[in-house]
């Protein structure tokens, strides 16, 4: 059995032109062309050479027909700037999340998506309306990972070789997925993840995001959602010092610098003061990183608790990855690196707080 389809998707997953895998299989481009489009079907014998190639078990061009995530239905920040070789391997590392989640969802009982959409309010009534249905009042949001998955959004980390893409997110079918950057500051991925959220709340089958309004929409929405209105006055941050900003953002899990685009946005922040502060945190390195940070980086606790689970039920990481028909690095890459750390004893367990989720198994 040979899936054409599943050929495109590996293929562009590794970031391999026609004439790049050719080299690296054996095989001519005039075949590859034939076996993508489906008019030839390629032996045993070729399969493997190809799947080899590709770095693929067998049996993953042989599998069903693989979701086709489409460009325009997917959240890129700046899609203009990226190359055709990033966008389709990201695009393609999206499509094989999702199949990771189908193969948990046929065993588990995952939390229900719960994200309403309000595309035609203000990114910050938005967040407002979405924090009051969620309960979250004027405090700081909770670990977001944790309150996306259990809101029902699928969340996955981008492999190593997609990290230049900040984080994206798509709705299919009628299922939120996000992806986050696992590079960044626990500060700068709570916002990535604030703001793919906003990208699921405001720009959904009505809108199709993209384009430096929705990216604002969605900053606007991440700033308010992290940082509400109602709790920032509260602390009596008028005219704040560079020190009490560096104090305040660690209350809020914000980066020092959208903690004072928020203040400034609130009219807390004179022009000059705005500006003066901006670029006194920039000589401190924090335009672009958070020097001082102590905050660990956010992971999947609900993909821990799956994995933990399936350990109960005698199936290891290895045993989920032969399912999958994926190698066990790459389904690695997906979830956070949960695999070493914390599921198969090679190190560590996470000292993260684990989520108040409910996983009945369907086996």
């Known amino acids: 059995m040979f899936t054409p389809e599943r050929l495109v998707l590996a293929r562009k997953r590794r970031r391999m032109t026609l004439a790049a895998l050719s ?21 045993p014998e070729t399969l493997s050479l190809i799947a080899a190639a590709l770095r693929f078990p067998d049996g993953f061009l042989a599998g069903p027909l693989p979701v086709d995530l489409q460009q325009d239905a997917v959240s890129f920040r700046a899609p203009s700037k990226m190359g055709a070789a990033e966008r389709d391997s990201s695009l393609a590392a999206g499509a094989l999340a999702t199949e990771i989640n189908r193969w948990v969802e046929e065993r588990f009982k995952l939390p229900r998506p719960d994200v ?3 595309p035609h309010l203000p990114a910050e009534q938005a967040a407002e309306q979405l924090r009051a249905r969620w309960g979250l009042g004027e405090a700081p949001a909770p670990n977001m990972v944790r309150l996306l998955e259990a809101h029902g959004v699928r969340v996955f980390s981008l492999p190593r070789d997609c990290l230049n893409v900040d984080a994206f997110a798509t709705t299919h079918p009628g299922t939120p997925f996000v992806f986050l950057n696992t590079r960044k500051s626990g ?5 990535d993840a604030a703001h793919e959220l906003g990208h699921l709340v405001l720009h959904c089958e009505h809108r199709i995001p993209g384009g430096r309004e929705t990216e604002n929409e969605a900053n606007d929405f991440a700033s308010a959602f992290l940082m509400p209105r109602a709790g920032i006055l509260a602390q009596q941050l008028n005219d704040a010092s560079v020190e009490r900003i560096l104090s305040a953002k660690r209350k809020w899990g914000v980066s020092a610098m959208a903690l004072t685009y928020r203040l400034h946005r609130l009219s807390l922040l004179s022009d000059w003061r705005y500006t003066q502060t901006a670029k006194h945190l920039t000589r401190m390195g924090y335009r672009t990183a958070e020097p001082d940070s102590t905050m ?34 790459d389904l690695n890459e997906y979830i956070f690196g949960l695999v070493p750390v914390g599921l198969d004893g090679a190190g560590q367990r996470t000292t993260a707080a684990r989520p108040d989720l409910q996983l009945v198994s369907n086996t």
């Open 23 to 43: 080299r690296e299989s054996g095989v001519s481009s005039q075949s590859l062309t034939a076996y993508e489009n489906g008019r030839k079907v390629p032996t």
């Open 116 to 118: 309403p959409t309000y």
């Open 296 to 329: 660990i980086r956010e992971s999947s606790q609900l993909l821990a608790k799956v994995f933990d689970a399936l350990r109960t039920q005698g199936l290891s990481p290895t045993d989920v990855a032969d399912h999958l028909n994926m190698p066990l690095d």
């Open 187 to 191: 500060e700068r991925g709570r916002f």
